[in-house]
Every structure is written in structure tokens, then in C-alpha cells.
């Protein structure tokens, strides 16, 4: 937003630690799941015609941290978010709201309220922080649209690199667990829960893989809506109605884009 000032200091108040989804690097996944709490991927995926027009900050962030993939004849692209699913309060929250550890904990963390994605103007009516964290005597976190925190814009810059670097391995790991399926971008996400122990191998292996050539893989666009389906289908590509999924290790959660790209996803459903 031009000219404004955004003022915020957090209140350690512990809501943005509660009810929850964190996005994880592929590192901090390891190490979430190596401390014995689970993990979920969170699928979304979209067409992608050649030429689409790399200039709109959305799409071009939206094509760094995915991976290309095809649905039939239709080139996509598919992106995969790691996250800790944080139901009621997450497990590294202490009772006095400290968050047991700090020192490692995941860049997310260290980053809200600010957005990740830069076509998101940060807007604190959007976000958990209580009025009093937004009060006009507080240090200035954003003017007109920059983060004026040295720190909080660098962890913005280390996981918007981290999540570029991580959208290849990524589709290795989709390969290994057999993930194949993802809701159409801007309608719902397809949240996976697989077996903490499943998952961590995979990702060590995925990690290990050093393999820079994208692995070839076939997707599905699951959707609950019949026109998006038609047009999938008229486009070349592969649709799944969610009532005919076969696939009983996924969640189908109609989401806004908006709050998809925040870094904390709302359990709403
Ligand atoms: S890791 Fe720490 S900062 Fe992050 S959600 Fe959990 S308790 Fe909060
Ligand atoms: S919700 Fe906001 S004010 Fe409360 S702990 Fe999280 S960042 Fe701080």
C-alpha cells in the first residue's frame, strides 16, 4: 500500500502458535518430523500454456517454488507445501506462550505477520495479532509495501529461496509417495497426511537423490466442481471429481488464494 506505514511489535501473545498450518522448508521438515510431530503436504497445482506471461508477480511466484509436471496433454504446475499441522496448540508452545525452540525455530515463524508472497499487500486486519500489536507508537515493520526490518526481509528472502530450491525435490518426493493428484490453484487445496516415518524416509531420500532432471509424472486436477472438470477435459488435461477419488489419504479443502499464500493457513474446515 503507497505511503502507508505499518507499525507492530509482537505481543507474545502465542495465537499465530495455535490451530495452525506452518510451512516448512524441506530442512525443517526433517527436522519437525525428526522431533517427532507430523508433517502434511499440501498440494494445488495449474495449467501452465507455453508463453504464460512470467511478468505478473503472481504467476512468476507462483512458478519459482513449483515444479512442471503434465495432466494428459496439458502442461502444469504443481506446487507442494511441507507444513506442520498445528491442531489446537503446536507442540513446541510452551504454557507461558515461549515457544520451546526459539533459536530453531522455522522461518515462518520468524517472519509473520509479514506476507511471503509479494503480490500480498500485508494487511493486519487478516492476521492474528491483537490491536494492541499494531498500535501507531510501535516500530515501523512495513512503509509503502517494504519490510523495514533488516531481519524479518531477510528470512523472507531465505524461504522464498529455500521453497525455489526445494520445488524439484519435491517432485521426487511426490514420486516416492505415489502423490499424483492436486486441486486446481484459487478453488481448494489436497492436503496429505502420510505416516510421519513414510514421509521422513522419503524426504531423506529425495534429498540424497541429487538428481537435477525433472522426473516425468502424469497428474490429476481433483475438484468438486463439475465446470472445472469440463474444462480441464476440454483442455487436454486429466480431472477427478473428489466424490469419485480413489485416493482416501487426502483432504479436499476449498480454499481462497488469498490465505493460501499467508504463511499461516487457518484450519478453518
Ligand atoms: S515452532 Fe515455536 S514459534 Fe513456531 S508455531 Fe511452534 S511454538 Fe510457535
Ligand atoms: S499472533 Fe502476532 S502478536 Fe501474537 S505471538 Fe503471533 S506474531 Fe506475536
Not at 109 to 126: D, G, H, T
Not at 155 to 162: E, I, N, P, Y
Request: aromatic residues 6%.
Amino acid at each position: 500500500m503507497a505511503g502507508v506505514d505499518i507499525h507492530f511489535k509482537c505481543t507474545q501473545c502465542g495465537k499465530c502458535c495455535r490451530d495452525s498450518k506452518v510451512p516448512l522448508t524441506v530442512a525443517e521438515a526433517i527436522g519437525w518430523l525428526n522431533r517427532g510431530h507430523s508433517v502434511q503436504l499440501i498440494c494445488e497445482a495449474s495449467p501452465w500454456p507455453r508463453g504464460l506471461a512470467d511478468e505478473d508477480p503472481g504467476a512468476a511466484h507462483f512458478k519459482r517454488r513449483s515444479f512442471a509436471a503434465m495432466s494428459g496433454t496439458l502442461p502444469m504446475r504443481v506446487v507442494v507445501i511441507l507444513a506442520a499441522n498445528n491442531a489446537g496448540a503446536c507442540p513446541n508452545l510452551l504454557p507461558d506462550t515461549r515457544c520451546a525452540i526459539y533459536a530453531d525455530r522455522p522461518l515462518v515463524c520468524r517472519i509473520y505477520p509479514v506476507e511471503i508472497n509479494p503480490s500480498i499487500a500485508l494487511n493486519p486486519a487478516k492476521k492474528l495479532c491483537p490491536p494492541e500489536a499494531w498500535m501507531k507508537d510501535l516500530p515501523v515493520l512495513e512503509r509503502s509495501g517494504r519490510t523495514m526490518n533488516d531481519v524479518v526481509r531477510q528470512d523472507v528472502s531465505s524461504w522464498r529461496d529455500a521453497d525455489a530450491a526445494d520445488a524439484l525435490l519435491k517432485s521426487r518426493l511426490c514420486v516416492a509417495l505415489n502423490i499424483m493428484d492436486a486441486a486446481l490453484v484459487h478453488e481448494a487445496v489436497l492436503i496429505y497426511s502420510p505416516r510421519p516415518e513414510a514421509l521422513l524416509s522419503a524426504l531423506e531420500r529425495a534429498v540424497q537423490a541429487h538428481d537435477d532432471v525433472p522426473v516425468p509424472t502424469q497428474w490429476r486436477f481433483v475438484s468438486d466442481r463439475s465446470e472445472t472438470l469440463e474444462d480441464v477435459a476440454a483442455h487436454g488435461g486429466i480431472g477427478l471429481h473428489v466424490r469419485d477419488s480413489d485416493a482416501v489419504s487426502y483432504q479436499h479443502l476449498n480454499f481462497a488464494r488469498e490465505a493460501l499464500f499467508g504463511p499461516y493457513l487457518a484450519t478453518g474446515s
